[in-house]
């Protein structure tokens, strides 16, 4: 009954490849974030979207394209992968702020090593 | 200047003790909401707690209860009775505006050790 699903969950690449990381919500949530997370710096935040096609620049986001084609679905792209793009990624959602978790969720994360 | 400052990268505390981890924010906007989300070696983000800039209370949920003290911009959480199963990272994140559109801004973290 997962609400956020991440793939791949672990993923080891070269330098100078490309590399997508997919983000799939099942609640309808208008919202979604791409955070990193790296020892030292908490998290922050890419790119997010406020819907279909609408996205917009986070703190770090150079080095990172987002695409938003359906609600479902939030992409993530490295176009060519630095080792400085180590780190592991959360998707997050947000949906009506009076739920129990106030509206936001996060997925489990997908931990990318960059050789 | 950084919205959410941990000023504690790590704590200590004795199982059964009490513990409290700091955190200051900066934000111009009157409405806002703060969090704290624990993060097991798991991995994953679990929400503890809610303090809204309009709450006039100090929230609680179970062992967790936050110190808001709105004037000096500070929102610390309590932990009470520490059980080993609360050794973990802990952020404190805040999002600005009324109907939360922003993105959760989050400090850098505190690693929490219970020792038996």
């Known amino acids: 009954d997962a609400g956020i699903t991440q793939s791949p969950r672990h993923k080891v690449t070269e330098t100078g490849t490309p590399v997508t990381l997919r983000c799939h919500q099942t609640?309808?949530?208008?919202?979604m974030y791409w955070y990193r997370q790296d020892p030292g710096h908490g998290l922050r935040l890419i790119h997010y979207?406020?819907?279909?096609?609408?996205?917009d620049k986070g703190e770090v986001s150079d080095g990172y394209s987002v695409s938003r084609s359906k609600t479902e679905d939030f992409l993530l792209t490295l176009e060519s992968a630095t080792s400085s793009q180590t780190s592991v990624y959360f998707c997050a959602t947000r949906g009506v702020l009076r739920e129990s978790n106030y509206g936001y969720t996060f997925g489990s994360g997908t931990r990318l090593t960059v050789v | 200047a950084q919205k959410i400052t941990q000023t504690q990268p790590g704590m200590f505390v004795q199982e059964k003790e009490a513990v409290t981890l700091d955190c200051t924010y900066d934000?111009?906007?009157?409405?806002?909401?703060l969090f704290w989300y624990k993060q097991p070696s798991s991995g994953e983000m679990i929400f503890l707690i809610y303090q809204g800039s309009y709450d006039q209370q100090n929230a609680t949920e179970g062992r967790y209860s936050l110190n808001f003290q709105k004037a000096r911009k500070s929102a610390n959480l309590v932990i009470s009775a520490s059980q080993l199963g609360d050794s973990a990272m802990y952020f404190c994140a805040m999002r600005e505006g009324p109907r939360g559109n922003t993105p959760l801004v989050f400090g850098k973290g505190t690693r929490l050790s219970v020792i038996a």
């Open positions: 609640e309808n949530h208008r919202y």
């Open positions: 979207s406020y819907g279909v096609k609408d996205t």
């Open positions: 934000t111009s906007d009157p409405s806002y909401g």
